[in-house]
């Protein structure tokens, strides 16, 4: 293989992009200067309209983290609609999901508190084929209660 065919081979110049970046990584970085006053206000703005949420428990880590989580609706005391955005996963703009029981361990989807097994949750809806974030639960008594329709209101009357 010619010297100038090898500089132009994508796996070879993928390697040696990911080898650079891991030898930057792990050398120590020198003082970075001061970012522009319009990039960090751009950061501030993400940053307040993307709260990150950190787990409760270190040993229990948000299977998640980097989901952005948003309940748009409460159709009723035992449905929700979940807006759900993970770069890493999936994006559901407008998902179902019920309440129902933790089987197992974890933390809240929305707040990271730890959820036990045997816990009121929600959960998405179970469909076929199966949505990525099935796992995800949301503690029930971090769920907002606001936005609840007509059919939930007739339950309480009668």
Request: glycine residues 4%; neutral net charge.
């Amino acid at each position: 293989m010619t010297a100038l065919a090898r500089s132009a081979d994508p796996w070879l110049q993928t390697v040696r992009s990911l080898t650079a970046t891991h030898n930057r990584a792990a050398a120590p970085a020198p003082q970075q200067k001061a970012a522009h006053p319009f990039l960090e206000r751009l950061t501030r703005a993400w940053e307040r309209d993307h709260p990150r949420v950190v787990s409760a428990s270190p040993e229990s880590p948000r299977p998640f983290p980097e989901a952005v989580v948003r309940v748009i609706e409460r159709p009723s005391s035992a449905t929700a609609i979940v807006y759900w955005s993970d770069a890493a996963t999936c994006h559901y703009g407008y998902q179902g999901w019920r309440v129902t029981t933790a089987t197992s361990d974890g933390a809240c989807a929305l707040t990271g508190a730890l959820i036990h097994r045997g816990d009121s949750v929600y959960r998405p809806s179970q469909r076929d084929p199966k949505p990525q974030n099935a796992s995800a639960m949301i503690l029930a008594a971090s769920m907002p209660q606001g936005e609840t329709s007509d059919a939930d209101l007739q339950d309480q009357h009668a």
